[in-house]
Nanobody
């Protein structure tokens, strides 16, 4: 089981990046996928998550209206489109997979311990 995150980079404030999370060894049809980020010296925090069907998507308030998750079942990938990036979005971004039932609870969907598989992270740096 493996998750591979990619697409990070350096961008100016107001710019956009598109992160991808490729799953192998399991089907994202049966797992919820979440994006988390960790800035230097800070706790890892949830950013967005999507149900196994792709029918439900949740975002933390700080990224609502700017970030969009989407899913490609045929390629077993999930993407995070990030627009209007801000310097405070600078962090190492991780994708992770959790049992589908995780998203039923507002608290559970942002709890890192509920996510069983994690990718290695991709760095996003937003300059002011």
């Amino acid at each position: 089981v493996q998750l591979q995150a990619s697409g990070g980079g350096l961008v100016q404030a107001g710019g956009s990046l598109r992160l991808s999370c490729a799953a192998s060894g399991f089907s994202s049809d049966y797992y919820a996928i979440g994006w988390f980020r960790q800035a230097p010296g800070k706790e890892r925090e949830g950013v967005s998550c999507m149900s196994s069907s792709g029918g439900e998507t949740y975002y933390v308030d700080s990224v609502k209206g700017r970030f969009t998750m989407s899913k490609n079942n045929a390629r077993n990938t999930v993407t995070l489109q990030m627009n209007d990036l801000k310097p405070e979005d600078t962090a190492l971004y991780f994708c992770a997979a959790a049992p589908g039932s995780t998203l039923r609870s507002a608290r559970a969907r942002w709890t890192k311990a509920n996510y069983l598989y994690w990718g290695q992270g991709t760095q996003v740096t937003v300059s002011s």
